[in-house]
Every structure is written in structure tokens, then in C-alpha cells.
């Protein structure tokens, strides 16, 4: 019996959305003030995320012939 009262609600709901101006219909202010909040959220990452990459060293020291044959040493417990 569960289709039934879902079947019968959506009975109900199909006049009230044919009534509705898709013309009228508009995200207003509030839509607007949360996607500029947005915009500015991912623009602050987006400095700071350069800042923080700005830091990294992404050269490998040179390594000599005799340096690269032998093994990394282990650490000591």
C-alpha cells in the first residue's frame, strides 16, 4: 500500500506545480549572497593554496656516483 499514498500525493502536487510562473521563479538575494560567499571562499584557497606552493622546493639535491650505488643508511632505534 505504500505506491498508493505516494500515487495520491503526487495527484496532489502535479496541479499545484502547474500553477507555479516559471517566469517569477528566481534564486532572489539569498541565492546570490551564497554563491558570492562561495566565490569568495575559493578565491581565499585558491591565494592560499599559491602561497603555500610558493614554499615547496621541488629540486632534488644532486646526487654523486658514489652516493647513488650505496644503499640509504638505516636509522638507529
Known amino acids: 500500500m505504500p ?3 505516494a500515487s495520491l500525493a503526487l495527484t496532489h502536487l502535479v496541479p499545484l506545480a502547474k500553477e507555479v510562473d516559471e517566469n517569477k521563479v528566481t534564486p532572489g538575494v539569498l ?3 551564497v ?3 562561495m566565490a569568495v571562499a ?3 584557497l585558491m591565494k592560499s593554496m599559491n ?3 610558493q614554499k615547496v622546493d621541488f629540486k ?3 646526487q654523486t656516483g658514489a652516493d647513488s650505488k650505496a644503499p640509504a643508511a638505516e636509522p638507529k632505534s
Request: aromatic fraction near 16%.
Open 60 to 62: 632534488e639535491p644532486a
Open 3 to 5: 505506491d498508493m499514498s
Open 31 to 33: 541565492g546570490f549572497i
Open 35 to 37: 554563491f558570492a560567499v
Open 42 to 44: 575559493v578565491w581565499g
Open 51 to 53: 602561497k603555500h606552493m
